[in-house]
């Protein structure tokens, strides 16, 4: 865990040096998702891309029954609830340490602003997307890619794997 804790650390930093896949976001992301994809930090936005492309990845592994262009826009919207106030990496970094020292008792402490962004994002981009006519597959991916556990929803199963993983 510490390992992959340093990791996303040192991604944050270089993210701003790398050029981010518009051609990759064009083709999944309708005009009004990349309005909302663009106020994502740099950070998010590479981490959403590598979780979409490692989605479609773990697709192909599995050859199921799943609409790849959906799992794609599902991966790369999952977490656009930080839009609404996006962490730098130093309070995301402090968020997460004070989650682990204290074993997420922070939790409750979510009227501070970043604290309920960390962990109430899902819900945000939930409430962010209802209104644009995606169905409650897809829904479920956006509001549920932090819950434990394997879901009879293959798609959300895939994204969090995906997540895990960035």
């Known amino acids: 865990m510490t390992f992959y804790r340093v990791k996303q650390f040192w991604w944050a ?20 998702e990349k309005r909302l994809f663009d106020k ?4 998010d936005k590479h981490h959403c891309v590598r979780v979409s492309r490692d989605s479609l990845e773990i697709y192909e592994g599995i050859k199921g029954d799943l609409d790849q262009y959906q799992l794609a826009k599902a991966a790369l919207l999952h977490d656009i609830g ?12 402090i968020v997460v340490l004070l989650d682990k020292f204290t074993k997420g008792r922070i939790r409750k402490y979510n009227n501070i602003k970043i604290l309920d962004i960390y962990y109430n994002h899902p819900k945000k981009g939930v409430e962010m997307l209802e209104n644009y006519g ?18 009879n929803n ?6 969090k794997e995906s997540d895990n993983k960035n």
């Open 13 to 32: 930093i270089i993210c701003n040096f790398k050029r981010l896949d518009e051609d990759y976001i064009n083709r999944y992301l309708e005009d009004h």
């Open 40 to 43: 994502l930090k740099n950070s």
């Open 82 to 93: 930080k839009s609404e106030r996006p962490l730098n990496f130093i309070e995301k970094s």
């Open 134 to 151: 995606y169905d409650d597959e897809f829904l479920q991916v956006i509001g549920n890619h932090h819950d434990k556990g394997y879901t």
């Open 154 to 159: 293959t798609m959300l199963n895939i994204v």
